[in-house]
């Protein structure tokens, strides 16, 4: 009894062991993106190399990876389904751009050429990305900003006419030019 015991602990623990702390530290970081709820049963990536890696298999449907780029954007997110599938890869070609060196302007000529061309999908319907690390920076007007505790849910490319959203904790995004979404930004998360 006492071996299959020490079996099944080893046999549990064998993931524990097999990830390096880089990747431990890095499942830490994308895991402040959504609450723990939806984290601890997620898969986890890790951008390297230009495209994101499995760092970790979930159980759920959601995978989370931190969001950042070369001027030091941070923001860890997870991505449900829909949005892996039609929004990561947008994320994953505009974090390469950035890291090959291209400007903002570059990028998102990239990214408009590539959704033309059929490279790149729009949003699916329901595509929902957390984004709610308080520790949250964005680049943007040149400078390096906290970004609010928040979530996106994506459509395909909207006018911005589309809602009529005063102030207040609910804006459209239109970053990218093949898909919008709506930012609902968390008070007490």
């Given at each position: 009894?006492?071996?299959?015991?020490?079996?099944?602990?080893?046999?549990?623990?064998a993931t524990?062991?097999a990830?390096?702390e880089?990747d431990?530290?890095?499942?830490?970081?994308?895991?402040?993106?959504?609450?723990?709820?939806?984290?601890?049963?997620?898969?986890?990536?890790?951008?390297?190399?230009?495209?994101?890696?499995?760092?970790?298999?979930?159980s759920?449907?959601?995978?989370?990876?931190?969001?950042h780029?070369p001027n030091?954007?941070?923001?860890?997110?997870?991505?449900n389904?829909q949005?892996v599938?039609?929004?990561?890869?947008?994320?994953?070609?505009?974090?390469?751009?950035?890291?090959?060196?291209?400007?903002?302007?570059?990028?998102?000529?990239?990214?408009?050429?590539?959704?033309?061309?059929?490279?790149?999908?729009?949003?699916?319907?329901?595509?929902?990305?957390?984004?709610m690390?308080?520790?949250n920076?964005?680049?943007?007007?040149?400078?390096?900003k906290?970004?609010?505790?928040?979530?996106?849910?994506?459509f395909?490319k909207?006018?911005?006419?589309?809602?009529s959203?005063?102030?207040g904790?609910?804006?459209?995004?239109?970053g990218?030019?093949?898909?919008?979404?709506?930012?609902?930004?968390?008070?007490?998360?």
């Amino acid at each position: 009894m006492k071996y299959l015991m020490l079996v099944l602990l080893n046999l549990t623990c064998a993931t524990c062991f097999a990830l390096s702390e880089t990747d431990r530290l890095e499942i830490q970081k994308a895991a402040q993106g959504a609450p723990p709820h939806i984290t601890k049963d997620a898969t986890f990536l890790k951008f390297e190399d230009g495209k994101f890696t499995l760092v970790q298999r979930g159980s759920n449907n959601f995978t989370c990876a931190v969001i950042h780029d070369p001027n030091g954007r941070y923001e860890p997110s997870c991505f449900n389904e829909q949005a892996v599938r039609s929004i990561l890869p947008a994320y994953e070609l505009h974090m390469k751009s950035l890291y090959e060196g291209k400007s903002y302007d570059e990028t998102y000529t990239l990214l408009k050429a590539a959704f033309a061309s059929g490279k790149l999908p729009t949003s699916e319907s329901a595509a929902l990305v957390y984004m709610m690390s308080p520790n949250n920076k964005i680049y943007r007007d040149g400078q390096l900003k906290s970004s609010p505790v928040h979530q996106m849910y994506f459509f395909p490319k909207l006018k911005n006419d589309v809602f009529s959203l005063g102030g207040g904790p609910v804006s459209i995004w239109q970053g990218f030019p093949h898909l919008s979404a709506l930012i609902v930004v968390l008070e007490n998360p």
